[in-house]
Every structure is written in structure tokens, then in C-alpha cells.
């Protein structure tokens, strides 16, 4: 059983940064693929950003170039910068691990951003 805590969210303002942290319990974090997806009220959950085992990653267009996902495979964590923030991005941000045909979600954290 794998448990995903996440943690760094909180009340910005526009233009301002963030940063979340996801903490995985358990042995595989390594070997694992780290996706970040958020989900607004009334909004289906949307995928945000991944990164592979081999720290491979990609965003969705709508955070690309403001968002940077990153690993510590030591620290069994993974985090999602977050730089130049907008109202659009006002969320619950959900941390997914994903390898050896097995997924886990965590509970999330909220993200608002004030105009």
C-alpha cells in the first residue's frame, strides 16, 4: 500500500508562485511515473504534469513554461513549482503515482489564486 500526501498549497495572489510537495510512503517511488492533475468546481479533473522514473516529463499546454515538475527519489517526493499563477489555476492539485500495474491518488491540496 502506497499513501501520496500533498502539501505547499495555499492563497496567492495573481503572478505569484507556489510550490507543492507530494510524499509517497513505500518502496517503488523510484521506479514510478509522478503525475500532478488538478480539478476546479464543476470541472472534470484535469491532467497537469508528469515525470517518469528516468525524471522524463511534460505539461499540459495551459501551465507549460510556468510549471516545473521535479523528483527526489531520496526523499520519496515530488513537487510542482508553480511561477506566475492566474485565477485559471484556482484548484484542488492531486498528486498520482502510477508503475507495476498499480496507481495511487492522494487527498489533495488547494490551490486559489486571487485576482
Known amino acids: 500500500q502506497v499513501q501520496l500526501v500533498e502539501s505547499g498549497g495555499g492563497l496567492v495572489q495573481t503572478g505569484g508562485s507556489l510550490r507543492l510537495s507530494c510524499a509517497a510512503s513505500?518502496?517503488?517511488?523510484?521506479?514510478?511515473?509522478m503525475d500532478w492533475y488538478r480539478q476546479s468546481p464543476g470541472k472534470q479533473r484535469e491532467w497537469v504534469a508528469v515525470?517518469?522514473?528516468?525524471?522524463?516529463?511534460n505539461y499540459a499546454d495551459s501551465v507549460k513554461g510556468r510549471f516545473t515538475i521535479s523528483r527526489d527519489n531520496a526523499k520519496n517526493t515530488v513537487y510542482l513549482q508553480m511561477n506566475s499563477l492566474k485565477p485559471e489555476d484556482t484548484a484542488v492539485y492531486y498528486c498520482?503515482?502510477?508503475?507495476?500495474?498499480?496507481?495511487?491518488w492522494g487527498t489533495g491540496t488547494q490551490v486559489s489564486v486571487s485576482s
Open positions: 513505500g518502496s517503488i517511488f523510484s521506479i514510478t511515473t
Open positions: 498520482h503515482l502510477s508503475g507495476m500495474g498499480l496507481e495511487y
Open positions: 515525470i517518469t522514473s528516468g525524471a522524463r516529463t
